[in-house]
């Protein structure tokens, strides 16, 4: 049963360029423009108009957008919930111009060991993280820590949680690592390391999204029965304003907006294209978290049901729930 037939998140990126090379990600290769305000401005009204609730600015490193700032503000202006994640190599300059502006914001952090952070992202950004911390805390923010979990590291999610997140009271997001196109991430989880994942996300100040274990014990999204609804769920806009579909990661198709994001997304064309989500041959063994979160969110089936304590969780924690009624 479908309980929301609107998109409720867009993903948003505002460049592709990164001031990190990270090994599991292959978005900072691609050569990219900035967004401009004016644009912004428009879309935003028209991702009003169809009934998004979250903005996920990203990148790339989205701090490298010198106007993320009046983005936000244009965004919390619209009454939308708003996210940025950050390798927070540039957020103790800006983090005075993005107080109060982001809802839910992310620190991504790869292990409690500063040099396997800094190697895992091909630059050294580890102390940068922990002064961050110490900033957004001084300024009243509560950021949270997003670690990306392998086979290798999941064991350190202990260490992450004891000696940095509970004394600093952040919240540690576990974030299963995914494989798409040819960026590949080493060997598949093994069933110790998902039972660990699922017990750690079970603990006060933990999130993790239980749906995100059950769909990779089930093999990810069947194109004969997919779980997938990225495409009428998540609107996702390029750098160069054009609507990207199914998703992201596919890419198959990139519409020009055109000042008329609304009309073009209800467009015969593009409905054409969502009717296909989660059925193409690349959608097959697909557990991209992005947008399988949405997709878990709006239409009642197991992974529903597995996703909905942790959700409500989350959002209890961090208080986004009173804006999302």
């Given at each position: 049963m479908r309980l929301?037939?609107?998109?409720v998140l867009c993903n948003y990126y505002i460049t592709y360029r990164c001031n990190a090379t990270c090994s599991f990600c292959d978005i900072w290769e691609r050569p990219s423009p900035y967004v401009t305000l004016e644009n912004?401005?428009?879309?935003?009204?028209?991702?009003?108009?169809?009934?998004?609730?979250?903005?996920?600015?990203?990148?790339?490193?989205?701090?490298?957008?010198?106007?993320?700032?009046?983005l936000l503000q244009e965004a919390k202006r619209l009454g939308f919930i708003t996210t940025v994640t950050t390798?927070?190599?540039?957020?103790?300059?800006?983090?005075?111009?993005?107080?109060g502006l982001v809802d839910m914001l992310h620190f991504s952090l790869d292990s409690p060991i500063a040099e396997e952070h800094d190697r895992s992202r091909g630059v050294k950004c580890f102390d940068k993280v922990m002064e961050s911390i110490a900033i957004a805390r001084k300024l009243g923010e509560r950021p949270d820590i997003l670690f990306t979990v392998f086979e290798h590291n999941v064991h350190q999610i202990r260490q992450l949680h004891e000696e940095i997140c509970q004394p600093n009271d952040l919240v540690l997001i576990l974030n299963p690592?995914?494989?798409?196109?040819?960026?590949?991430t080493g060997e598949r989880f093994s069933e110790e390391a998902l039972r660990k994942m699922s017990w750690w996300g079970k603990q006060p100040n933990v999130y993790?999204?239980?749906?995100?274990?059950?769909?990779?014990?089930?093999?990810?999204?069947?194109?004969?029965?997919?779980?997938?609804r990225a495409g009428s769920t998540t609107l996702v806009i390029s750098p160069e304003n054009k609507l990207v579909l199914p998703c992201y990661h596919l890419g198959l198709k990139e519409f020009p907006i055109d000042n008329n994001l609304y009309g073009l997304y209800r467009s015969d064309e593009v409905q054409k294209l969502v009717?296909?989500?989660?059925?193409?041959?690349?959608?097959?063994?697909?557990?991209?978290?992005?947008?399988?979160?949405p997709s878990f969110a709006v239409e009642v089936n197991k992974y529903?049901?597995?996703?909905?304590?942790?959700?409500?969780?989350?959002?209890?924690?961090?208080?986004?729930?009173k804006q999302l009624f």
């Open positions: 929301v037939s609107h998109p912004v401005r428009q879309n935003l009204r028209d991702l009003k108009r169809l009934g998004v609730r979250v903005i996920d600015f990203t990148g790339g490193e989205p701090l490298l957008h010198r106007q993320l700032p009046e390798n927070a190599l540039l957020y103790p300059k800006q983090a005075e111009q993005l107080r690592v995914f494989e798409y196109n040819t960026v590949e993790l999204n239980e749906a995100f274990i059950q769909l990779r014990r089930d093999g990810g999204n069947q194109i004969e029965d997919p779980v997938c009717a296909l989500e989660g059925r193409l041959p690349g959608c097959e063994g697909c557990a991209i978290n992005c947008y399988m979160q529903f049901w597995r996703a909905l304590p942790s959700t409500l969780k989350y959002n209890w924690m961090k208080g986004t729930w």
